[in-house]
């Protein structure tokens, strides 16, 4: 896990300062809207438990690449153990499930994100709305959602990159597998421990969609457990910037961190 720890500990902090930030603006949306945090309305309830359903899947995809990373130096030690075939073919299947997974968890993230934002900035009967709909909203001049200061910003965001993660997921759900390559390495020089590496790539496809700057392995292509960190790093870091730019620029900015 020692390779992982620190592109992992940037994860976690991009990861806490969303976190905060969801918070940060719901508090505000509350105090703006009903001028109590202690009260309890049919909107602060909404609003709440859409809060926490953010937080969960966020929480959820944080898990998804600790153990994506974990999972991945275990099958190394057994490789380097035993070396079995059926080991190998095994730890690329669980690595890969991982993935899959990973993929499925983000953009339920960014439907759940979408689901909080328009909840108070469209109206609370959008509370199911999803990404989707909500970029398309940003794009539709007929739209009154399309003049927001954000729209912009979402609908490019949804072009360059959430868009092509969504299609990626859409082929995984609906018409094949699309695994990333795979290898195992046996290396090292005289006077050295033996290097023992099962390597695996995020795949290709979806690698050259989004232009990821991961580190490569020859052969094989983008690292697949950095890739993933990558692709979920670049993801909430901008879901966070557009949450303070939301907080900054559509409530009274009365709560504010300690």
Known sequence: MKKYEQALNKYRSSSEELNTQVIELVLNVVVDKIGNLASETHFTKGIDQLRKSVLYRLSSLGWHLQNLCRQHDQFEQAFRAHQP?????????????????????????????????????????????????????????????????????????????????????????????????????ISGRRGEDVKFELLYSVPEKLAKKLDLQAPVHKGVGIDLQLGAIEIGERSINWLASLTDRIRSKFTKNRMQRV
């Open 85 to 185: 075939d059926s080991i190998i073919m095994y730890g690329k299947n669980i690595q890969f499930f991982i993935f899959d997974d990973f993929v499925f968890n983000l953009i339920s993230l960014y439907d759940y994100y979408a689901n909080l934002i328009a909840y108070f900035l469209i109206g609370e009967n959008k509370k199911k709305i999803g990404w989707q709909s909500l970029a398309k909203a940003a794009r539709d001049k007929k739209n009154r959602f399309s003049t927001s200061s954000v729209a912009g910003d979402i609908a490019t965001h949804d072009n360059y990159w959430v868009k092509k993660i969504g299609d990626f997921r859409a082929e995984l759900i609906h018409y094949n597998l699309n695994m990333g390559n795979d290898q195992q390495r």
